[in-house]
């Protein structure tokens, strides 16, 4: 019995899904601006975000964004109402376009023209109601009440003599 029962196999539970895009000819600088934007949104919102943003490289985030979203439900089974960002970080590429720069007096110089590339992690998160029910209750328990004031008890630290 035990010889059968290793044979079957457990299936695996997934907890994330990273995935990226290719190498493209952006900055870095410009497409960490758009990752710092999606960076801990639900999915759903980060997509909503990137579709009317103005950024040129945003088209591609969102292609990014839907096929990450579709394979980790589909291929890892992940619940898609709790998908989240939880993390998106953006890498250079190999500098591979070099131009040469012409310069006066003969010189020149090298141009190059940076690529990189956004990757994210998509994790079960709580949704945008939990969220907010976890925000609300923790202020609610940080409500005090405004304390007892006893009059029979005398000054503790009075003023010398007269006070005007």
Do not use: C
């Amino acid at each position: 019995m035990s010889g059968k029962e290793s044979l079957v196999k457990k299936k695996k539970k997934y907890t994330e899904h990273k995935y990226s895009t290719a190498t493209f000819k952006i900055s870095h600088r410009k497409l960490n601006m758009l990752g710092r934007q999606i960076s801990g949104k639900p999915i759903d919102y980060a997509i909503l975000q990137m579709q009317f943003s103005e950024k040129r490289a945003s088209k591609r985030i969102t292609s990014m964004l839907v096929l990450a979203k579709q394979h980790a439900i589909n291929y890892k089974g992940l619940d898609p109402s709790k998908l989240t960002v939880s993390e998106s970080w953006v890498t250079k590429g190999p500098n591979t376009h070099k131009r040469v720069e012409p310069r006066g007096r003969m010189h020149h110089g090298v141009r190059i023209h940076p690529d990189s590339r956004m990757t994210v992690i998509l994790r079960e998160g709580k949704t945008f109601v939990e969220k907010k029910n976890k925000v609300r209750e923790k202020k609610l328990r940080a409500v005090r009440s405004a304390g007892l004031v006893r009059e029979d008890v005398p000054l503790r630290n009075p003023a010398p003599m007269w006070s005007w």
